[in-house]
């Protein structure tokens, strides 16, 4: 069979992505990723601590973070992007800022991460309330709430599940109730922190109910990251990726992303 009329693969372009290392919702990851990007994942060392500030701390260290950037250059990614909350916000907004240069400099790229796209993406949707929703303990998602209120926005609501590991098992059901429980009424919008909490089918049913936009740790680093590349994520009708989705609730007849059976439901990890 002649196949010369196919040409070569097509054009590829990279997104370099570091994650911690029990980091484990890949995929997730990849749903937001349009046709012609490309993403390089890359992790921090195993260190033996449950999630904590300890543990975010660890793995966000500087040099950590360069050596994971350096492992990427060989595929020349147009950006990088550290994901994870919490590593990213235990620093305050002057740490996290300093995430990015380090990383940076080490791979001659521009470079994001997780807390810093959340911030951009409160800017984005002009959020001044915002509700959260963590699987942290009380003292990391504090730390959460301290790294908000520096970027001047106010925390309306909040709700925590306390968790110290496996953290990728929380099944959707869990992550929507804790939603209900953040959301008062006067919140401009809901983040639900960690990457490694599986949040893309849950988005649109809960930006449907609360009718305000729902943002996660995920979507946000993705949203940020293709940014910077001149392009968008892709998701079904999330607000921060389609603004037509920023006016009011799914339209009867939308199709507001696929119903994940339980058993899909188990996923793992803690960032």
Not at 122 to 139: F, I, N, Q
């Amino acid at each position: 069979m002649d196949v010369s009329f196919l040409g070569g693969p097509s054009p590829q372009r990279g997104v370099g992505v570091v994650a911690p290392f029990d980091f484990a919702l890949d995929r997730e990851l990849w749903r937001w990723a349009p046709d012609g990007v490309s993403l390089h994942m890359t992790r921090t060392p195993y260190v033996p601590v449950e999630v904590s500030l300890d543990l975010a701390r660890l793995v966000s260290e500087h040099e950590t973070l360069s050596e994971a950037v350096r492992t990427l250059t060989a595929i020349t990614p147009e950006v990088v992007a550290y994901a994870c909350t919490s590593g990213s916000f235990v620093g305050g907004t002057m740490g996290e800022r300093a995430m990015c240069e380090a990383m940076s400099r080490a791979g001659a790229v521009p470079a994001i991460t997780t807390s810093g796209a959340l911030l951009e993406a409160l800017v984005e949707l002009d959020v001044r309330r915002v509700a959260l929703v963590t699987p942290y303990t009380v003292s990391v998602t504090r730390s959460l709430e301290d790294y908000v209120a520096q970027a001047g926005v106010t925390i309306s609501g909040c709700a925590f599940m306390g968790l110290t590991r496996h953290i990728w098992k929380v099944p959707y059901r869990e992550v929507v109730d804790m939603a209900r429980q953040a959301v008062r009424g006067d919140a401009d919008a809901l983040f639900i922190s960690c990457t490694n909490l599986p949040t893309y089918d849950v988005i649109p049913q809960l930006e449907a109910e609360l009718r305000i936009p729902v943002i996660s740790a995920n979507q946000v680093t993705m949203w940020a990251a293709l940014r910077r590349l001149g392009t968008r994520a892709v998701g079904p009708y999330q607000a921060l990726i389609n603004p037509a989705a920023r006016s009011g609730p799914v339209p009867p007849g939308a199709d507001p992303g696929p119903v994940v059976p339980e058993e899909e439901q188990q996923q793992e990890g803690w960032t």
